[in-house]
C-alpha cells in the first residue's frame, strides 16, 4: 500500500488554523524596543513641555519687564506734573501778589492826587480870602 502523498494545506487555511509561533527572545526584544521607543516619546514630551513652560516664563519676565518699566515712565511723568503744578502755582502766586502791590500803588497814589487836589483848593481858598 502506498502512503498517501501529503498535501500542504492553502495559504489561506494554514493562518487560519495554526497560530504563528513567535520565540519568547523576539517577543521580548520586541516589547523592549517598543518600551524604549515610548520612554523616548514620553522623554520627547517631557521637554517639549519644559521648553514651552520656559518660553512662557520667559514671555511672562519681558511683560513684568515692560509693565515695570511703563510703570516707572508713569511715576516719572506724575513727578514732572506735579512739579509743574508747583512751578505754575508759584507763578500764579507771584503774578497775584505784583497784582495786589500794583492795585494798591494805584491806589495809593490817586489818594494821594486826591488830598493834593484837597489841600490845593484849601490853599487857594485861603490865599484868596487874604488877597480880599
Known amino acids: 500500500m502506498k502512503k498517501p502523498h501529503f498535501q500542504p494545506p492553502q495559504s489561506e487555511e494554514r493562518t487560519t488554523k495554526r497560530e504563528i509561533l513567535v520565540p519568547a527572545s523576539v517577543r521580548i526584544a520586541r516589547e523592549k524596543i517598543a518600551a524604549k ?21 520667559e514671555i511672562a519676565r519681558a511683560a513684568s519687564r515692560i509693565a515695570k518699566a511703563l510703570d516707572r515712565k508713569i511715576a516719572q511723568k506724575e513727578r514732572e506734573a506735579v512739579n509743574l503744578d508747583r512751578k505754575a502755582q508759584r507763578v500764579a502766586f507771584q503774578l497775584a501778589r505784583r497784582d495786589r502791590a500794583e492795585e494798591q500803588r494805584l491806589l495809593r497814589r490817586a489818594r494821594e492826587a486826591e488830598l493834593k487836589k484837597k489841600r490845593g483848593k484849601k490853599h487857594g481858598m485861603s490865599a484868596a480870602r487874604k488877597a480880599d
Open 37 to 57: 521607543l515610548e520612554s523616548a516619546r514620553i522623554r520627547a514630551a517631557a521637554r517639549a513641555k519644559t521648553r514651552a513652560e520656559r518660553e512662557e516664563r
